[in-house]
């Protein structure tokens, strides 16, 4: 059974034709079910509601054309504005209550045209691996060691750009991070939570006091709090196209991009962590010293 795509969109009607059409692209989109979240403008924003309404005009076009690019369109238009955390909890916990797997994006991503397959590849072969919660079809630009060979493989940070998960895991997901006292006031927490990248518990910490709206970084602390690990292909097959100043929460910024690498991959039976790929995604996110120093001024945090 294929995993059904949820797809959240907010006001950016250029980034979200692409993405589509880079969906269609994949072989196996037309026996896919497609799930488009489109989120309600804030009251007052005009420009976000022109946007949007112009969005929902071509998802209905897109609706009509179901079974000739999608097997299935559902459209879900919020009468308000939601939020990407809120929407993404929300509407990939009701897409779990029918399915065992999903597979999200975001309007802002463009997919290689083996997307699909890959996720749904890894989505079966990693079923039973209960370490393993979450599949990412991004992978962070950082320089793989030479000598690293795997077409897949695990690191403890999950990504939000092109994921996938498992009913199961998405169960485990404690969103009001209940124990958060416990973990800032333990330094060796922080340290392990940070070798998944020397940002996460700060952001973390600024989640918690509602500084930020992020569920990506509470589903990182999910994997951390239950010793689990993200596979990531080792070439990308998801480039970011977001970072132009058009989205709410990026910057412009080529810090993150990648290149499609059309070639054959093989999924290892038991994908590794490999502790100098690790360390290089630690090192990918390890802030200037001059940030450090605003950090600790700020929120009294040197890491």
């Not at 489109?38 to 609706?63: C, F, G, M, V």
């Not at 490999?274 to 945090?301: A, E």
């Amino acid at each position: 059974m294929l995993a059904p795509i949820a797809l959240f969109a907010y006001n950016r009607p250029l980034h979200l034709q692409k993405n589509i059409e880079s969906l269609i692209l994949n072989e196996l989109a037309k026996e896919s079910e497609i799930f488009i979240f489109s989120d309600a403008p804030p009251k007052n924003d005009q420009i976000s509601t022109q946007k949007i309404t112009e969005i929902r005009d071509y998802l209905q076009k897109l609706k009509e054309k179901e079974g000739t690019y999608f097997k299935k369109i559902h459209l879900i238009f919020q009468q308000e504005n939601q939020g990407l955390a809120q929407s993404i909890i929300t509407g990939v916990s009701q897409i779990l209550e029918k399915f065992p797997h999903v597979i999200v994006m975001e309007d802002d991503l463009v997919c290689s045209v083996d997307f699909l397959k890959f996720m749904n590849d890894c989505l079966e072969k990693y079923a039973f691996h209960e370490h393993i919660f979450s599949i990412s079809g991004y992978r962070f630009p950082f320089n793989m060691p030479s000598d690293f060979k795997q077409d897949a493989f695990l690191l403890p940070r999950a990504s939000s750009w092109g994921w996938a998960t498992w009913a199961d895991r998405w169960q485990k997901a404690d969103w009001e991070v209940t124990n958060f006292k416990d973990f800032w006031e333990n330094g060796n927490q922080k340290k392990v939570f940070n070798q998944g990248g020397e940002d996460l518990s700060l952001m973390l910490y600024k989640q918690q006091k509602g500084l930020i709206h992020s569920w990506a970084i509470r589903w990182c602390f999910t994997l951390f709090r239950n010793h689990a690990f993200c596979v990531y292909p080792y070439h990308s097959k998801i480039q970011n196209t977001g970072h132009d100043n058009s989205g709410t929460n990026s910057a412009n910024t080529a810090k993150y991009n990648t290149k499609f690498v059309q070639a054959n991959y093989t999924l290892p039976e038991n994908p590794i962590v490999n502790t100098n790929v690790t360390q290089r995604l630690s090192r990918f996110f390890r802030p200037s010293i001059f940030r450090k120093i605003i950090n600790w001024w700020k929120f009294g945090y040197f890491a």
